[in-house]
């Protein structure tokens, strides 16, 4: 029985999921550091559960740079925003951010388990719903705001985490940049010229917010 204790299969009983892990359509994949697991414009034919590991989405904005436009972690899921659209095309890269294990269910079993399941169903509309809002807000962000905007709202949401002024990156400046569309000589600029105005100082991955 594949992880039958996940909430999703909760009201499931094992002969409800054994036919169709036989025909291989539900099933666990595994990857390695840095595989892509889907590229842009792939076909979304699955609605997966991430049981281990992180993914990361990228994209390439207007200007030609790329970026991240969310990440995923163990517990998270992704397709279900996609799987019955018309147009169900993965819009961005989806890459493994180390060992990442992931849960698929084809397209074809979603509707008979949520017949069978309330817990099913509603968790499959949550992770739909979840999926559209987090990279629409993601979306609009980075188009609205200038950049040093964005760093400041960054800054801002860390040390709201931290509860701290002086704050510590989780990523290096390469991935931030990725995380804000922009190349990293123009974040490492903005992040200079921000020190020169006295708003930040940094060391390495340590920032102190002085615009408070």
Known sequence: MLHQDLPLFEQLREEDLKPF?????????S????????????????FDLILE??????????????FTVTNFTKGDSLGANLLFG???????????????????????????????SEKFLQYFIESLSNNTTILG????????????ENI??????????????????????????????????????EFGKMKAEGLIDFVKNQVTIKYK
């Open 21 to 29: 892990e036989k025909k291989g359509l539900i099933r666990v994949k």
């Open 31 to 46: 990857y390695g550091d840095g595989e892509i697991i889907y590229f842009e414009g792939d076909q979304c034919q699955t």
């Open 53 to 66: 590991g992180n993914l990361k989405a990228q994209s390439i904005n207007i200007s030609g740079n790329i």
């Open 86 to 116: 018309y147009r169900n095309l993965y819009h961005m890269t989806i890459t493994a951010q180390g060992k990442v294990q992931i849960l698929q269910l084809d397209k074809s079993v979603i509707m008979p388990l949520s017949q069978k």
């Open 137 to 148: 807000e993601k979306l609009t962000t980075l188009g609205s705001r200038s950049l040093r």
């Open 152 to 189: 400041i709202h960054l800054l801002d949401t860390l040390s709201m985490k931290q509860g701290t002024l002086k704050v510590t990156l989780p990523y290096s400046r390469q991935e931030l940049a990725d995380q804000l569309g922009v190349q990293r000589p123009s974040l490492s600029r």
